[in-house]
């Protein structure tokens, strides 16, 4: 049990278009779930937290305008790159937390590699 | 601020035993997970521990000491598949993961 998919596995987009990430708890229900992304070789960076129904809450120096979240449901949340540029070229990852299960643990979806030309 | 130190790389020999160290300073403590990452892939859960001492799951072992705010992950019977990265991270009073760089373990034959 404890599985988290992401749709698309990879992307690659022209500068300047929008990409939706999907994140999804297929056996659970995540009252949490959290975007991360990391670049070559450096380690996991939080971007923010969703809680279902409700805003997301965002790091410091990450762009709440650029990076969308929705947690529309509980085994739901996207986040979509509005206006990408090739900085944003990355590996997105989103983890989920359950309510039914070990509150502590996270279980991370497979990531979305995401490259902008 | 809240801090987790771990070594940036570390080399062994297949067959061998290996440590990894992970130090933390964090705002509170809820427990400390180690994840494995291979190059491009998402991380994949080995361990967590919240009490003192040794926790064993087959060839991987974790231990901590929460007045020390120290772990470490010990790799037993290295094989080629285990070289990846080791991450280390702590969930602080707000159930937040606080992640450490990650650690490059490299196996050589």
């Known amino acids: 049990g404890a599985v988290v998919s992401q749709h698309p596995s990879w992307v690659i987009c022209k500068s300047g278009t929008s990409v939706k990430i999907e994140c999804r708890s297929l056996?659970?229900?995540?009252?949490?779930m959290f975007w991360y992304r990391q670049f070559p070789k450096q380690s996991l960076m939080l971007m923010a937290t969703s809680n279902e129904g409700s805003k997301a809450t965002y790091e410091q120096g990450v762009e709440k305008d650029k990076f969308l979240i929705n947690h529309a449901s509980l085994t739901l949340s996207t986040l979509t790159v509005t206006s990408a540029h090739p900085e944003d070229s990355s590996f997105y990852i989103c983890s989920a937390r359950s309510s039914g299960r070990d509150y502590n643990e996270q279980f991370f979806g497979p990531g979305t590699r995401l490259t902008v030309l | 601020g809240q801090n987790i130190d771990q070594p940036t790389e570390m080399t062994a020999t297949e067959g061998a035993i290996v440590q990894i160290n992970c130090t933390y300073q964090?705002?509170?403590?809820?427990?400390l997970f180690w994840y494995q990452q291979h190059a491009g892939e998402a991380p994949t859960f080995l361990s967590y521990?919240?009490l003192d001492g040794l926790e064993e799951k087959g060839r991987f072992s974790s231990f901590l000491s929460r007045s020390k705010g120290y772990s470490y992950l010990l790799l037993k019977e290295l094989q080629m598949k285990d070289s990846a990265s080791y991450l280390c991270?702590?969930?602080?009073?707000?159930?937040?993961?606080?992640w450490g760089a990650g650690t490059k373990l490299i196996i050589k034959p």
């Open positions: 964090t705002s509170g403590f809820n427990g």
């Open positions: 056996d659970f229900q995540a009252t949490t």
């Open positions: 521990n919240v």
């Open positions: 991270a702590v969930l602080d009073s707000n159930y937040q993961l606080i």
